[in-house]
RNA sequence: GGCGCGUUGGUCAAUCGGCUAAGACGCCUCCCUUUCACGGAGGAAUGACGGGUUCGACUCCCGUACGUGCUACCA
């Protein structure tokens, strides 16, 4: 049997973090098994759909290069693949259910939920849920005469459909990280399947089209495992047990400081970035900064994440796509949740631009280096000589710009103390009379400049440890940057004695 | 509250009963570099707790603690 595995996010709002680790391990999978991905869109919640969300999405896995191979966007033999466009499907599942008796229709209001969830909550159960003690209390089609049951459905009163969970009956999960996990169905409340407006819950929705689009295994976050027996109960109900993928819940990314599932939030307030790419939400134009927009790179990025929650058992941390495809395994995922390290995201980043070629690096860059000094007022040139230069400084992409500013521009001295505090008339002189050779010179590179550096030094009296320092500041404006006859020769002659002359006046 | 899942240094983690418990990030020291990085050499830092099982337990079992997830007509 061919497998394939479905990435089946809500259309909500930027693409967390987590989200990108199930599309990665969902893909590694199926790459590894010659299977297919899929990308099916959930967006069964009316409420809370957010347009331009599923665009965004599948940006975000353009990005990343983790492409599916049937989508909403690129359809496929099990189309459609919005959850929305399969809505007639579901309803006739529900009713199969109901006729075996394993659903039920219910009828109860809002507030009659509500009621019931005050009237019952006691110290030993906070949280009354509607399961098959409580049922019987309820207005449904158990409870209900049959003719009474056909009338409301006729004249149109709202209703959901619900699981009846059987009591007493232990609810069996063979989950591909977690081993054996049983649950019992007691416990677990009658979940509504059908909504009032006809769309089914994530519960009917996964399993129906799981089985409709032959998935045959299926990864999802760690938070759904309470409601896994649910859906196990639902494979078995519609007679499909033996077609039920196989599970694995992964592991949850948490935040650093602290416990707990990272959030956007935590982002936010200790200034890293968890979506993928910048999310502007429509209705409050507030915008979040995504990886990419922060300047990493989408295999360092990727990397990174595959890291988080696994690996190979060797020591090799870093891994191209096909190098993960080859080694991947679930079974190596842990079970526990990982915090979210950005230091070590940085870290990823930082390997990644050093083993990058220099004219993949330069075409990277080039967008930072425009937005500070606008498309086209800069020599594109430059940047494949400045990238060379610069590179092992770089951790993120805006950095080619922080550490190589002052190849562009005339920088702001920012270390002036540094010169100023023991400047004397042997610096002064002896500078002077270097701009006097420098401009005299012929020819102008690196080695030459030094040459002449080190030949006006004793006739000030002065020592390369006094000048060489004072001499960076006035090229650099900081103490930072590589060798800095380097970067004299870079910028050229008349940069170079412009920006001594401009500091010894 | 109930139920599920989890627990090796600050963080990511190896170990599938033999451990003097790898490696990486971060941190610290030194070397290299008359800058900052890179690179190199070192260092500090770990099995939640209590019981079993076993010649031997980080590894297996039980309990406790702690953490976390769920407990919606959200996914």
């Not at 027996?229 to 519609?238: A, D, G, N, S, T």
């Not at 400045?386 to 805006?398: E, H, S, W």
Request: charged letters at 25%; a negative charge; one cysteine or more.
């Amino acid at each position: 049997m061919k497998v394939r595995v479905r990435f089946a996010p809500s259309p909500t709002g930027g693409l967390h973090l987590g989200g990108v680790r199930t599309v990665l391990y969902n893909y590694l999978f199926a790459r590894a098994n010659g299977g297919d991905f899929v990308l099916r869109v959930e967006d069964t919640d009316q409420n809370r759909f957010v347009a331009g969300a599923e665009q965004y999405i599948m940006d975000c896995l353009n990005w990343c290069g983790l492409i599916p191979d049937e989508s909403p966007e690129k359809g496929g033999p099990y189309a459609p693949y919005r959850q929305s466009e399969r809505k007639h499907l579901y309803a006739d599942y529900a009713e199969q259910l109901i006729a075996s008796g394993h659903a039920y229709y219910a009828f109860d209001t809002t507030e009659d939920l509500e009621k019931m969830r005050k009237d019952y909550r006691r110290d030993d159960n906070t949280n009354p849920q509607y399961d098959h003690n409580i049922r019987g209390l309820m207005l449904n089609s158990l409870t209900l005469p049959p003719e009474k049951v056909a009338e409301l459905v006729q004249n149109g009163t709202p209703y959901v459909v619900r699981i009846k969970m059987p009591a007493n009956e232990t609810v069996m999960l063979t989950d591909m990280i977690r081993g054996e996990i049983s649950f019992d169905s007691s416990l677990v409340d009658d979940k509504v399947l059908l909504k009032a407006d006809g769309m089914p819950t994530y519960h009917l929705a996964v399993v129906v089209d799981d089985y409709l689009m032959k998935i045959t295994h299926a990864f999802r976050g760690e938070e759904w495992l309470p409601s896994a027996p649910v859906h196990v109960l639902l494979w078995e109900y519609l007679g499909w047990k033996q077609h039920m993928p196989q599970w694995a819940h992964l592991p949850l990314i948490l935040k650093p400081d602290g416990n707990g599932k990272l959030s956007k939030r935590d982002g936010d307030r200790l200034g890293f970035p968890v979506f993928a790419m910048n999310w502007t939400a429509p209705r409050t134009s507030e915008t979040t900064k995504g990886f990419r927009e922060m300047g990493f790179l989408p295999e360092a990025f990727v990397n990174m994440l595959a890291m988080l929650g696994w690996n190979s058992g060797s020591e090799q941390e870093i891994f191209s796509l096909d190098e993960l495809v080859e080694r991947f395994s679930i079974e190596r995922v842990h079970k526990g949740g990982a915090k979210f390290d950005f230091e070590k995201a940085k870290w990823f980043n930082h390997q990644y631009i050093q083993r990058t070629d220099d004219a993949t690096l330069a075409e990277l860059a080039k967008p930072y280096i425009d937005m500070e000094l606008g498309i086209g007022n800069w020599e594109l040139g430059l940047l494949s000589k400045v990238v060379p230069l610069v590179k092992d400084r770089c951790t993120l992409l805006p950095d080619f710009w922080a550490q190589g500013h002052f190849f562009f521009t005339t920088p702001e001295i920012k270390e002036e103390a540094a010169i100023k505090e023991k400047w004397n008339d042997q610096k002064q002189q002896f500078f002077t009379s270097w701009i006097n050779i420098l401009t005299a010179q012929p020819t102008w590179d690196h080695a030459v400049i030094e040459a002449t550096f080190n030949e006006e030094l004793p006739k000030n009296g002065l020592k390369k440890g006094d000048v060489i320092l004072p001499f960076r500041i006035m090229l650099v404006g900081g103490k930072y940057g590589p060798g800095v006859f380097v970067i004299a020769e870079v910028i050229g002659k008349d940069e170079t004695i412009k920006r001594i002359k401009r500091v010894i006046g």
